[in-house]
């Protein structure tokens, strides 16, 4: 369906069901949604995560949805600001390019309204991806607004999230169209902010004010009925672009959001893979090493900033502690970005044989802009090079399938040590045989009160 207005954005919104939806892209939601859960529930143990789940926790409230990991219920927009912030915190957030948006800012906003009013697993799909749609299609139609420093994760999943809270709870086409208008007030988050807790939190922001978008609509708030579109509207505004055409539903955007395998930005997944090929295939050690180069477009050295970072957050945006990694770590996880590692004169002295290359005569643009080279020069002479092309995960060209998911949950869920493995593998099982949930309080309950905080 092509949407040029607000309301026709609404319009679609409402009179689509989970049923026309294709059934691979509810299968690769599920496996979505398995991947989502690991880090939601991973991330609560490391700083960032705690520092919102106990911030949550001191406020109170209504117990109307968990906050996963944490043992506890809150209100509805709060729930979703932690568990959000919680999946955010490990950097492993699936991605779709380029539209640049992820999927951790929008399961926590249905997973906590489902709780709250007792929905089923079909109705969280149907409105996950509906709300994943029109956000991604908005960031396609919206590029401008990424190249002049908005961040449409943030700044679009706000509308997304108040599209999908919008269709849980059966907002008529004038209702949600005065929630996309009263998220677009709402709706910001900022680029340069990659690499601090505020590039974190944006997520959760995204999903509380989503939420709470569509319940102000469902009271009588309303906002300007075109409010996208035309002068003075979010599209120009924020992207210089007044007028769009959404092609809503033609191929669905979650299907092409790629899968992490490392907890960092997706920029520097192709290149980590390709650097632990060299190191395997050839037998390299770092002792030997003299140099390694990576080479980038602008685009890149704009989010991939930090050649010695301070901390865990910046590690995840800095091409030379990634590739310190593959060399000290081996396997790559959640363990390998750390505040200590960050700061340990012994890895800041191995990034400083680390350079990386800004190639301003590049395209602009993600990972489909341009190959990436690495050059690793040893000391007794010898040069390694490797071009790398495809991030792992990506759909367009290694696709993950539930092997690969199911081993990146089972990671997360190792790192938080927090399930006991029968409850592992019950809600891995539940997650994949989401739409056939009716009942989703025993998932929410295992996710929120794990058995070993219970005891």
């Known amino acids: 369906m092509g949407a040029t207005t607000t309301r026709e954005i609404a319009e679609f919104v409402c009179e689509t069901s989970l049923s026309s939806i294709p059934t691979e892209v509810v299968d690769y939601a599920k496996l979505l949604g398995l991947s989502h859960v690991g880090m939601n529930v991973a991330g609560t143990k490391m700083k960032v995560g705690r520092t919102v789940i106990n911030y949550v926790q001191s406020k109170g409230g209504h ?201 960092c930005c997706f920029f520097k997944h192709r290149n980590m893979d390709g650097l632990l090929e060299l190191i395997q295939s050839n037998r390299l050690r770092w002792e030997d090493v003299d140099t390694v180069d990576h080479g980038i477009n602008v685009t890149h050295s704009q989010i991939l900033k930090y050649n010695q970072p301070e901390s865990a957050e910046q590690a995840r945006f800095s091409l030379p502690h990634a590739t310190v990694a593959c060399f000290f770590d081996g396997t790559v996880f959640l363990d390998s970005f750390s505040d200590e590692k960050a700061i340990n004169p012994e890895w800041q002295e191995a990034r400083s044989k680390v350079s990386v290359t800004v190639h301003k005569d590049w395209p602009k643009g993600g990972v489909e802009a341009f190959d990436s080279p690495i050059t690793v020069r040893m000391k007794d002479g010898r040069v390694f090079e490797k071009l790398c092309h495809d991030s792992p995960g990506e759909p367009a060209n290694s696709r993950f399938g539930p092997t690969e998911v199911i081993a990146k949950y089972q990671k997360c869920m190792d790192f938080a040590a927090l399930h006991s493995r029968e409850e592992t593998k019950e809600i891995e099982q539940q997650m994949l045989d989401l739409d056939h949930v009716g009942d989703l309080a025993r998932l929410v309950s295992m996710l929120t009160f794990p058995q070993r905080l219970r005891t």
């Open 63 to 263: 117990a109307e949805a968990g906050v996963f990991g944490a043992g506890y219920l809150a209100p509805v927009e709060y729930a979703t600001i932690a568990n959000a912030n919680s999946a955010h915190a490990t950097e492993l957030e699936d991605d779709s390019f380029p539209e640049t948006m992820y999927s951790c800012g929008h399961w926590p906003a249905v997973f906590a309204l489902c709780e709250k009013y007792q929905l089923s697993g079909g109705r969280l799909l149907e409105a996950l991806i509906l709300g994943y749609e029109v956000a991604a299609r908005l960031g396609l139609a919206f590029d401008r607004g990424m190249k002049k420093g908005w961040a449409s994760w943030a700044c679009l999943g706000t509308i997304g999230n108040a599209v999908a809270a919008a269709k849980l709870m059966n907002l008529d086409t004038d209702q949600t169209t005065a929630a996309i208008s009263l998220a677009v007030s709402q709706a910001a988050g900022l680029l340069k902010q990659t690499g601090s807790g505020a590039h974190i939190i944006e997520a959760g922001f995204a999903g509380r004010n989503g939420i709470c978008s569509a319940e102000l609509a469902s009271l009588g708030y309303v906002g300007q009925p075109d409010i996208l579109e035309g002068t003075h509207g979010y599209g120009e505004l924020w992207a210089d672009t007044p007028t769009f055409d959404l092609q809503l539903g033609d191929g669905y955007r979650i299907y092409h959001v790629g899968i992490k395998k490392y907890p």
